[in-house]
């Protein structure tokens, strides 16, 4: 299925990147081998890093944070260090959305009955109908999140409509409600919640993790260093 995803992936890129009205605006890249070294290059060059797996799943790990660090702002649901940086950040400054934990059950057992926004129906149907190509190879793909066929398991369907309006605020650079007109006022907001980000990560120290994990979990106990 991750092979299937990454085709999808490097098949909407392929339409894209080749469409005349926004080919010169707009790229979507698939970077194979992601390792540190590439990470130490995008990472500080990213202004708005998507995290969005399913509340609950702890999917959403220690990237986020490595992103806010560096300025970078988080769209993405309540899951994993998600939660976190909102706790620490606020939720003024980070893009959220999403059903939380604890309705996930319930939503799963519905599933099967739900009735999915018509956007979320309008891309499935483009990739099954092969507007990107690859429809057969891709079937699977769109099965695994039709809630009759594969039970759409991330509730993607679900999560679909506030993904778009969480988008919204980041075109509006502003995560409380209203659009600005104003270009230097958009800035000085989106300059705002990037400093906010990066001013809030001092609870991600390693040391304050280390410290934690002896205390809690290890049951160790400094050890002091002897005095010269």
């Given at each position: 299925?991750?092979?299937?995803?990454?085709?999808?992936?490097?098949?909407?890129?392929?339409?894209?990147?080749?469409?005349?009205?926004?080919?010169?605006?707009?790229?979507?890249?698939?970077?194979?081998?992601?390792?540190?070294?590439?990470?130490?290059?995008?990472?500080?060059?990213?202004?708005?890093?998507?995290?969005?797996?399913?509340?609950?799943?702890?999917?959403?790990?220690?990237?986020?944070?490595?992103?806010?660090?560096?300025?970078?702002?988080?769209i993405g649901t309540l899951d994993g260090a998600n939660i976190e940086i909102a706790e620490e950040a606020g939720r003024d400054n980070i893009f959220?959305?999403?059903?939380?934990?604890?309705?996930?059950?319930?939503?799963?057992?519905?599933?099967?009955?739900?009735?999915?926004?018509?956007?979320?129906?309008?891309?499935?149907?483009?990739?099954?109908?092969?507007?990107?190509?690859?429809?057969?190879?891709?079937?699977?793909l769109v099965d695994s999140v039709t809630g009759e066929v594969g039970g759409d398991f991330y509730l993607l369907a679900n999560d679909f409509p506030m993904y778009l309006e969480a988008q919204e605020k980041v075109i509006c650079a502003d995560a409380l409600r209203t659009c600005m007109t104003n270009s230097q006022r958009k800035m000085a907001k989106w300059t705002r919640m990037s400093i906010m980000n990066t001013a809030s990560t001092g609870k991600f120290s390693s040391d304050r993790t280390i410290r934690e994990y002896a205390e809690e979990i290890w049951g160790l106990e400094p050890c002091p260093v002897p005095a010269p």
């Open positions: 299925m991750a092979k299937r995803i990454i085709k999808l992936i490097s098949a909407v890129g392929e339409k894209i990147n080749n469409d005349p009205d926004v080919g010169d605006l707009l790229k979507l890249v698939f970077v194979p081998d992601y390792n540190v070294s590439l990470a130490e290059a995008i990472i500080p060059a990213s202004e708005l890093s998507q995290h969005i797996s399913t509340a609950g799943t702890e999917a959403s790990g220690t990237s986020n944070m490595k992103f806010v660090m560096n300025g970078g702002l988080i959220i959305f999403g059903h939380l934990e604890d309705e996930v059950p319930k939503l799963r057992k519905e599933r099967p009955t739900f009735k999915p926004d018509p956007r979320f129906t309008e891309v499935l149907n483009m990739i099954k109908d092969g507007y990107f190509g690859w429809e057969d190879y891709l079937a699977p």
